[in-house]
């Protein structure tokens, strides 16, 4: 085995470490079809919705380690979907598509700004914080 190879290996960025089940609410189809595309080519299997109810119902009655949340919604705000939602999923990730002033509350919030790279730091840490998250419950 070489020194790359095992559990302990660094991963390249961008390669998911492991398949992460992911809902996309984004009422913007361009926005939420690329989103989709991103997240399925790094190996993630994604549930893409329009709108808020539905996206609230699904992380209510399945298991997403993340969600990835516009802050421009059609009916509720981002801070009211995540508060609702915020105890079913692992993580919750913001599309940031420009300046929004409750951002700063986003202390719970990973926030994505709509880079490939940027998506590939955020996976990162969305990766990480489940993978401390599961070293806490094995406790």
């Known amino acids: 085995m070489s020194g790359t190879d095992g559990p302990t290996a660094e991963r390249a960025v ?5 398949t ?3 809902l996309v609410i984004e009422p913007s189809e361009p926005s939420r079809s690329r989103l989709l595309r991103d997240l399925s080519s790094r190996g993630h ?3 893409p919705v329009a709108n808020e109810e539905e996206g609230i119902d699904l992380a209510r ?3 997403f380690e993340v969600v990835f949340c516009a802050t421009r919604l059609t009916g509720l705000t981002w801070t009211e979907c995540h508060d609702r939602i915020r105890d079913a999923v692992g993580a919750f990730v913001l599309i940031a598509d420009g300046f929004d002033p409750d951002l700063v509350k986003a202390r719970e919030c990973l926030v994505l700004h709509g880079s490939a790279n940027d998506l590939d730091v955020v996976l990162a840490e969305v990766e990480a914080s489940l993978e401390r998250e599961d070293a806490c419950l094995e406790k």
């Open 14 to 18: 961008g390669i998911p470490g492991r």
């Open 61 to 63: 009655r399945l298991r």
């Open 45 to 47: 299997r994604v549930v």
């Open 20 to 22: 992460l089940t992911t």
